[in-house]
């Protein structure tokens, strides 16, 4: 009799389970959409918000860049040049406005966009630069990086133990090309351009504690700090590959700040340094 009443229980539980699902169901229809995958839970943290935007900081133009040779000797299409992820000069050209590429980090990386090449380039050479002087720099960092197996955007990272930590206040240039011949190199595509470390104010420092990536990114934007805006969407992207709206958002980011001709291009995994 014992073992027969507690069969009968669990089969009256078992039976009754479904029902309660589905009055649940009904009463509540909503129930099972509130509840999305991770990726469409992260893509609709900020759909109230607005899309991502960059507001260019007002800041002092950064140092006039001297000459580079740029015929690109190994590229498939000289049309389709080396370009590096940062706000286009039209863009940033507004009254005391700068294209400087501000970040909180201490070893920020860069992304630089790599169109189809041919079998003789042998990698991506990165150089960082110190201003010492208006008229001199010292080389703080130099790495050859692998190349992409196909045309697209790449996150070039150096070692935080092979490079020193970014000072705060402190400008830095730097130099990306494309190695076709490490003989004479006024073949090799060369892009340039400036970064700079700051520290965020009280009020961005509150608000980014605690906030969602996304979130974050969304701040880092308004607050004209490029780097950080990038790399938080890009990390973002590359978590959650297939979320459409952090698709859009990436595009709409580029296409805002003159970069629509690569905005579509796709974010590559890669590239390792080179010994």
């Given at each position: ?74 590229l498939e299409n000289r ?105 004479d190199q006024s073949g ?58 952090l698709r859009d958002n ?26």
């Open positions: 009799m014992h073992w027969q009443t507690i069969s009968l229980f669990l089969s009256s539980a078992l039976l009754a389970a479904p029902l309660v699902a589905m009055d649940n169901a009904i009463a509540n229809p909503t129930a099972i959409a509130q509840s999305p995958p991770p990726n469409v839970q992260v893509a609709r943290a900020r759909t109230s918000r607005g899309p991502i935007t960059f507001n260019p900081p007002r800041r002092g133009a950064p140092p006039a860049t001297i000459g580079l040779g740029s015929r690109g000797d190994c049309q389709d040049t080396l370009r590096v992820l940062a706000p286009n000069a039209d863009i940033a050209a507004l009254p005391g406005s700068s294209s400087l590429g501000l970040t909180t980090e201490a070893y920020p990386s860069l992304f630089v966009y790599v169109p189809a090449y041919q079998t003789s380039a042998q990698g991506l050479s990165l150089r960082l630069m110190q201003v010492a002087s208006s008229d001199r720099e010292v080389e703080l960092y130099h790495q050859t990086f692998a190349l992409p197996s196909t045309a697209g955007i790449v996150q070039l990272q150096p070692a935080p133990s092979q490079i020193p930590a970014l000072q705060i206040g402190q400008q830095y240039h730097w130099y990306v090309s494309m190695v076709c011949s490490s003989v090799n595509p060369v892009i340039e351009g400036w970064t700079e470390r700051i520290s965020p104010d009280q009020t961005l420092s509150a608000q980014l504690h605690g906030a969602t990536p996304l979130d974050k990114a969304m701040l880092y934007g308004q607050a004209g700090i490029w780097q950080d805006t990038l790399t938080t969407l890009a990390e973002l992207r590359r978590a959650y590959p297939n979320d459409p709206t990436w595009r709409e980011l580029l296409q805002s700040v003159g970069l629509g001709a690569i905005a579509n291009a796709p974010l590559l995994d890669c590239c390792q340094p080179l010994d």
